[in-house]
């Protein structure tokens, strides 16, 4: 059972104009957020994050929305280049249990499958 | 270097045959975790170590797949007796043990998997 789903495979969008890739969840123990972009064979580049006590997070063109109650996450960019165009990955965050104890800093990411996104000219 | 390293980059290799996947992590990161990803799938997490130690192993497909780490530094994944369901990206990652409820993972670049 997919507990991160992008539901959009692809999204198309114009130059200059807004693009928003959107994240749902299923399991309200994660609690850290993570855009990964990946350009063709390369591996995932960190892009931007959100703490689950946030509800907005923003990095120059690129935003982060955060709505627990829906379990549900976005990520915008403004204004949309050429050079966007990749695949996004939306990963949650899950603590492990390491020896029976909460280890705050030791995750497992869950992944969603992707969006393609492509910003034309 | 700066960044996560993957070797080899790229790996064809005949089915039945065993092969290695080595990552080194950024220096002074102590976790590392090892993703596959397949054609049309999403990323897939295998294994984790927080030093020398892998407490989840619950990634691992099958028992021909092994996984190690030394030092606190590289690690190899290890797949034998390989099948073609095994070709895919193998993604390796680090991240710093830090404070805070934020701990971002960086990734290598992948190691390709063919097998024929």
């Known amino acids: 059972d997919q507990q991160v789903k992008q539901n959009s495979p692809s999204l198309s969008v114009q130059e200059g104009r807004i693009s928003i890739l959107n994240c749902d969840y299923t399991n309200s123990m994660f609690d850290y957020f993570l855009w990964y972009k990946k350009y063709p064979a390369e591996g995932p580049t960190f892009l931007i994050s959100?703490?689950?006590i946030k509800d907005k997070n923003e990095d120059g063109r690129f935003t982060v929305f955060l709505n627990k109650s829906a379990k549900h996450l976005s990520l915008h960019i403004v204004p949309s280049q050429p050079g966007d165009s990749a695949v996004y990955f939306c990963a949650a965050s899950l603590r492990i249990m390491l020896d029976r104890i909460w280890v705050g800093n030791n995750r497992k990411l869950i992944w969603g499958l992707g969006t393609s996104l492509a910003v034309n000219p | 270097g700066a960044g996560v390293s993957q070797s080899p980059s790229n790996k064809v290799t005949e089915k039945g045959k065993d092969v290695e996947l080595r990552c080194d992590p950024i220096?002074?990161?102590?976790?590392l975790y090892w993703y596959r990803q397949s054609l049309g799938q999403g990323l897939e997490f295998l294994i984790y170590?927080?030093?020398?130690?892998?407490?989840?192993k619950s990634g691992l497909p099958s028992d021909r797949f092994s996984a190690e780490r030394t030092g606190g530094s590289v690690s190899t994944l290890t797949i034998q007796r390989t099948q073609q369901e095994d070709s895919a990206v193998y993604l390796c990652?680090?991240?710093?043990?830090?404070?805070?409820?934020?701990?971002?993972?960086?990734f290598g670049e992948g190691s390709w998997l063919t097998v024929v």
């Open positions: 170590f927080q030093g020398n130690s892998a407490p989840d």
């Open positions: 990652a680090s991240s710093p043990q830090v404070g805070g409820s934020g701990n971002t993972i960086y």
């Open positions: 959100i703490s689950s």
């Open positions: 220096s002074g990161h102590t976790a």
